[in-house]
């Protein structure tokens, strides 16, 4: 149940309340969303405060207390057009909630947005929060979409709660309760998509059955207002499908079209509502358009146009780039591909088409500036992609609340023609006047009770939802939010999870990588635990160029690989200049020698990487005996299992610390000014 867990309140609170025994749902059918809210509402009230609610499906006389919950057309259609004249223009998605009268009104320009208010509302009760609110909200962004990473065989890459919820032995599940589980807390916290297979995708989801599988994964998530997209390998043409096997993938290839065009439309015979296709293309050993040197706007387009006439949209992944290349190249770069790429065909995509571009130039890694392709893309719908599913970043062992490091990325002015260019803006398509883009949250939730693999971590996937509607979302108030919803609302509670939510991210960066140097984590295998070594010598490019005397990327147009001058100038001015650019980002920017000494603090490089680890793991120590603190303050299933990944914490936090400061203290020489490195 995660934060919709709907727990009675204590009945000093509860007692504080009436809340209305009926709920009148003005549902046009059971997989109107409207209806879901009616029970949604039934339920939520019942558990909160006891007692029983009913739920009439139809106008009924609004003289006694009641919740009401309806499209605004629907009420106005039920109740006259004089009763709704308070209510503001409400734009796509958006709902009105007013409790200041007798009847909680809460209406939605669609059926998912009144589902919205309806969790909206439940939210603010569950809280013990009563205060009288009449209020319209619209979302920042039309497209807020997880992704799964799920493979047909049930196993998710990159997944840390077990198996697929959705696949299992090369197919859809029959049983898809849990889906319909997610998709119920997906629809309160407003996602309204979801890309249910991984990115690096297989084309047997294009069968008969598979389709059949997609359909019936949509049947089950339309009742939440979430509409269902997939994942495409660009050779499925030339894979052994039943559709006919052509020798060809090449886009601009007739056969091909037809191909893709057949196959869209057996797909929306089956999901009329279907989101539309996610593409990895070219990227990783993906196939793509650039093997018959085509552009990858060529690539797009083509499933753009069958997508088109039914209304999806095709989000086409940004993450292309070179795995082999040469690190005797002093110019060579990984972060300079996207905006390589993707520059040039700006003004050449589909209206359809969306560009889903990672946060950071690089690959969700603990620290990095934002991608400049944002600052690119004028004419093309954009959206970032972000991780819940916590790949380089502990994997769920390690506790990390994202949004503060999400927010470094989405509140960054990248100052496009000298004026504000907040990546919020791009995305949600205010700054370049785009229709379409938004977020994408790649979740990989699995079968585990714990949905992500930890109770912690689901505090992401709430605040993914809440920033996607709301970028300027306060990352603590989110964050308490959810303690409250999830956990309860006892002060220490609060206070403690707060605290260590809000301190997880320098901790982990302290005992991983810092100074922008990456996290260090094992880049070849695991992507956990701590590998330095592993980041350089191959052709991934996740390079920290250390040798002897000196560590980072010199990424300068003046001397290194030019990347610094993606940014618009008044960024790039700022990266270029060693005096300006941030320490946390320096060796991002700049590849210095180990006694290159910090603006902030005046520590030479290689004494702040042993002091930061020393901090980092000692802070992660204390966060398993401040837990402590919560015995019984919540249940013991959750508060032990809590507690042995904290244990766990601590302990690998020692070992990141070790492994890192051991390996730069013997590659530099350089002594460790307090006498731990070295000595063991
Ligand atoms: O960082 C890499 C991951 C891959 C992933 C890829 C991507 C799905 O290690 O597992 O593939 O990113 O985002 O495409």
Redesign the pocket.
């Given at each position: 149940a995660a934060w919709l867990r709907y727990a009675p309140l204590p009945a000093s609170v509860a007692r504080q309340y009436s809340a209305p025994s009926t709920v009148v749902a003005l549902n046009i059918s059971e997989v109107d969303p409207v209806y879901t809210a009616g029970q949604e509402l039934q339920k939520g009230i019942q558990g909160i405060f006891g007692g029983k609610v009913t739920v009439a499906n139809t106008n009924i006389s609004l003289s006694s207390p009641a919740i009401i919950v309806s499209t605004l057309g629907q009420y106005v259609k039920a109740y006259g057009s004089e009763t709704a004249g308070h209510v503001p223009e409400l734009t796509d998605d958006a709902f009105w909630l007013d409790t200041t009268g007798d009847t909680v009104q809460i209406l939605g320009q669609n059926g998912r947005a009144a589902l919205y208010g309806a969790f909206e509302y439940l939210s603010l009760i569950a809280q013990g929060n009563f205060s009288k609110v009449a209020y319209a909200t619209a979302p920042d962004a039309p497209i807020r979409w997880v992704n799964q990473?799920d493979n047909m065989d049930g196993h998710i890459?990159?997944g840390y709660g077990g198996d697929s919820i959705v696949f299992s032995n090369g197919t859809i599940k029959n049983d898809l309760q849990r889906v319909i589980d997610y998709g119920r807390l997906l629809a309160s916290i407003r996602i309204n998509g979801i890309i249910i297979n991984?990115?690096?995708a297989n084309a047997t989801l294009l069968n008969p059955k598979g389709v059949d599988g997609i359909g019936r994964v949509a049947d089950a998530l339309r009742p939440y207002g979430i509409q269902v997209g997939i994942s495409l390998n660009f050779a499925s043409p030339s894979a052994n499908l039943v559709y006919g096997n052509l020798t060809t993938f090449d886009p601009l290839n007739q056969t091909v079209i037809d191909w893709w065009t057949n196959v869209t439309d057996t797909i929306y015979d089956r999901v009329p509502d279907f989101a539309g296709y996610l593409v990895?293309a070219n990227?990783?050993g993906q196939p793509g358009p650039l093997t018959y040197n085509r552009t990858l706007a060529e690539g797009a387009n083509m499933f753009a146009s069958a997508l088109k006439p039914h209304g999806g949209i095709l989000m086409f992944?940004a993450?292309v780039y070179d795995n082999h290349i040469n690190e005797t190249n002093w110019k060579a770069d990984r972060a300079n591909a996207a905006v390589d790429f993707f520059r040039d065909l700006d003004g050449v995509f589909d209206d359809n088409v969306v560009v889903q571009v990672?946060y950071g130039p690089i690959?969700?890694q603990v620290r990095e500036p934002p991608s400049p392709l944002f600052a690119h893309l004028r004419q093309t719908g954009a959206a970032i992609e972000l991780q819940i599913t916590q790949?380089y970043l502990g994997q769920q062992c390690h506790l990390f609340y994202l949004p503060p490091l999400w927010h470094s990325i989405l509140d960054f002015d990248l100052r496009s023609d000298n004026k504000s260019t907040l990546v919020s803006d791009v995305v949600s398509g205010k700054r370049f006047n785009r229709t379409l883009g938004g977020y994408a949250g790649?979740v990989n939730v699995g079968v585990n009770d714990t949905w992500l693999g930890s109770h912690l971590s689901m505090s992401n996937l709430y605040a993914f939802g809440r920033l996607a509607w709301d970028p300027h979302g306060d990352s603590e108030t989110i964050l308490q939010d959810w303690t409250r919803l999830t956990f309860s609302s006892d002060p220490a509670v609060i206070e403690t999870i707060t605290d260590l939510s809000l301190e997880s991210w320098p901790t982990y960066e302290s005992y991983t990588g810092n100074l922008g140097i990456q996290t260090l984590t094992d880049i070849l295998y695991t992507?956990f635990g701590p590998n330095p070594a592993s980041q350089d010598n191959n052709g991934w490019g996740q390079w920290t160029r250390a040798d002897a005397d000196s560590i980072g990327m010199d990424r300068t147009v003046s001397n290194g690989t030019g990347f610094s001058g993606q940014y618009p100038p008044e960024v790039a001015e700022v990266f270029e200049d060693i005096s300006t650019t941030p320490d946390n980002l320096l060796l991002w920017f700049h590849h210095v020698n180990y006694t290159t000494k910090l603006k902030s603090s005046g520590k030479t490089v290689i004494q702040h990487f042993y002091d930061a680890h020393y901090a980092g793991a000692e802070n992660a120590q204390t966060f398993a005996t401040r837990w402590e603190r919560l015995k019984g303050k919540i249940d013991d299933q959750r508060y032990n299992e809590t507690l042995f990944r904290l244990r766990y914490q601590a302990g690998h936090s020692i070992v990141w610390r070790d492994a890192i400061n051991e390996f730069y203290h013997n590659m530099s020489g350089i002594a460790d000014e307090a006498k731990r490195v070295g000595s063991h």
């Open positions: 990473w890459e990159r991984n990115v690096n990895k990227s990783e992944r993450f990672k690959d969700f790949e790649v992507h």
